[in-house]
C-alpha cells in the first residue's frame, strides 16, 4: 500500500533544554489529521543523506524516524514534536538541529496513542528524554486526583522542563550526562519502587536496555499490575534501522523462552 505523505513547512522553533527542541509544523495536509493522535507517534521521513523527504514519490525509499505528536491544534493545523538534540550523527536529530522556519518535513502517520489507562488506582512512568514528549502528553491527561511518579533521565539539570501534572504525580529527575553509555539509574527506580495501595499502570520508554529489563521485572509482577506499556525508543550504537532489528530478535528469544 502507498504510504500517506503529509507534506509539511516549520512554522516555529522553540528551544525547550539544551538537549530538546520543539518544531512547530503546520500545512494543508494536515486537514485530515486526526485529533486525538496525541502521544501517538509520526514517522519523520528523510533521504539517506539526512535531507527530508518533500514528495510521496520519494518517501518508499526514505529513512524513516519515530517522533512523538506532543500536541496537534486542529484549528490552526499546528503539529508540535519535540526532538532530542543528540548530535549530527542521526539524519533526524542532525535536520532538528538545523531546521528554521521555512523549512519543509513530510511525516507519515500517525500510529496508534501511548496513553496510560486512566482507570488503574496509580501511576508510574519511566522515560528518558526520548520519551519525555510521550510522558508529558500522559501527565497533562491524567485526572486531576492521579497518585503516582515519573521518572525522567536527562543530560543535564537544564532539561528538567516544566510538565503540567496532577499534583499527586511526584516527578524525580536523574542526570545521566552521557547517554551513549547505558546506567541503570532508571530501572533501579523501577525496581525500587515504593509500592501504592492498589494497581499501578506501569509506562516505561526509553534506551533499549531499559526496555529489556524492566520487561523482565514486569513479568514478574503480571498480576499486580493493572496495565503496562513498554517499549525501546532507541538503542545505543545503533540506528533506528538496528533497533527494529534488536526489537525483533528481542520478540523470537522471548517466544522462544515460552515455548
Ligand atoms: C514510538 C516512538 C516515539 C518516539 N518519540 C520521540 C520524540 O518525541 N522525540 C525524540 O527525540 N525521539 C523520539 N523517539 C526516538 C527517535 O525515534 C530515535 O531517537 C531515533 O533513533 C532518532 O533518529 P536519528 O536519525 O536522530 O538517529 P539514528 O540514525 O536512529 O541514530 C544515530 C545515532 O544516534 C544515537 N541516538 C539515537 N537516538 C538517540 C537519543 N535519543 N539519545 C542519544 N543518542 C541517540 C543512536 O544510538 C545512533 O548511534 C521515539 C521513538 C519511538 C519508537
Known amino acids: 500500500m502507498p504510504i500517506r505523505v503529509r507534506s509539511l ?8 533544554s539544551p538537549h530538546l527542541k520543539r518544531i512547530t509544523l503546520h500545512g494543508k495536509d494536515l486537514a485530515d489529521f486526526p485529533t486525538d493522535a496525541e502521544s501517538g507517534y509520526v514517522k519523520a521521513l528523510f533521504h539517506p543523506q539526512g535531507l527530508p523527504v518533500v514528495d510521496a514519490d520519494t518517501a518508499k525509499s526514505a529513512v524513516k524516524r519515530s517522533y ?23 539524519p533526524a536529530s542532525a535536520w532538528a538541529r538545523a531546521a528554521c522556519v521555512g523549512d519543509v518535513l513530510a511525516i507519515a502517520g500517525p500510529g496508534p496513542t501511548k496513553l496510560a489507562d486512566a482507570d488503574a488506582d496509580w501511576f508510574a512512568f519511566f522515560g528518558d528524554l ?3 514528549p510521550a ?4 501527565l497533562q491527561r491524567l ?6 511518579y515519573a521518572f525522567l533521565e536527562v543530560p543535564s539539570k537544564d532539561d528538567c522542563v516544566d510538565l503540567e501534572k ?10 545521566n550526562a552521557q547517554p551513549d553509555i547505558y546506567s541503570d539509574e532508571l530501572f533501579q527506580c523501577l525496581e525500587k519502587l515504593q509500592w501504592l495501595d492498589g494497581a499501578p499502570y506501569i509506562w516505561v520508554a526509553g534506551e ?17 499490575v493493572h496495565g503496562k506499556y513498554v517499549s525501546s525508543y532507541w538503542k545505543i550504537g545503533a540506528t533506528q534501522e ?3 532489528k534488536a526489537k525483533a530478535l528481542e520478540e523470537v528469544k522471548s517466544a522462544l523462552r515460552m515455548s
Not at 513547512?9 to 525547550?16: A, G, M, Q, R
Not at 506532543?70 to 549530527?88: N, P, Y
Open 242 to 244: 538496528g533497533l527494529q
Open 135 to 138: 510522558i508529558a502528553v500522559n
Open 166 to 175: 496532577p499534583p499527586g504525580v511526584r516527578v524525580e529527575w536523574i542526570i
Open 208 to 224: 533499549f536496555e531499559l526496555m529489556r529489563s524492566a520487561r523482565k521485572t514486569l513479568k514478574s509482577l503480571k498480576s499486580a
Open 9 to 16: 513547512e516549520v512554522i516555529d522553533t522553540s528551544i525547550l
Open 143 to 148: 485526572p486531576e486526583d492521579a497518585l503516582g
Open 130 to 132: 526520548s520519551a519525555l
Open 68 to 90: 512523538t505528536v506532543r500536541a496537534f491544534r486542529a484549528e490552526t493545523r499546528e503539529l508540535d514534536i519535540d526532538f532530542v538534540l543528540h548530535g549530527d550523527l542521526g
